[in-house]
Nanobody, 116 residues
Framework: QVQLVESGGGLVQPGGSLRLSCATS????????MGWYRQAPGKQRDVVAT???????NYADSVKGRFTISRDNAKNTVYLQMNSLKPEDTAVYYC??????????WGQGTQVTVAS
């Protein structure tokens, strides 16, 4: 079945960096828009960044200039490089696969905690 498996989360101090990875399988990765979303306790799940099948990227205003999304179609993997992390970046981060003609797929999430 389709799998999206996130990794790379953890505890980091403010100003630090983390790199999230989302390894996928069993769908045509290269044709999907891939995204990272996050959900803090008591809040809705919001988009952080997306990268289209063509490589076009979009970012939430709150992470512009600090986060970078990228994809490796040969490895069926999407990444999120997070720099200059802030306590307000603390959330569960989810990987998403979107295609206009097919259902969305979601990963199970990875916790990112930014605290001193």
């Amino acid at each position: 079945q389709v799998q999206l498996v996130e990794s790379g989360g953890g505890l980091v101090q403010p100003g630090g960096s983390l790199r999230l990875s989302c390894a996928t399988s069993n769908f045509i990765f290269s044709t999907y828009t891939m995204g990272w979303y996050r959900q803090a306790p008591g809040k809705q799940r919001d988009v952080v960044a997306t990268v289209s099948s063509k490589g076009d990227t979009n970012y939430a205003d709150s992470v512009k200039g600090r986060f970078t999304i990228s994809r490796d179609n040969a490895k069926n993997t999407v990444y999120l490089q997070m720099n200059s992390l802030k306590p307000e970046d603390t959330a569960v981060y989810y990987c998403n696969a979107y295609h206009r003609f097919f259902p969305d797929y979601w990963g199970q999430g990875t916790q990112v905690t930014v605290a001193s």
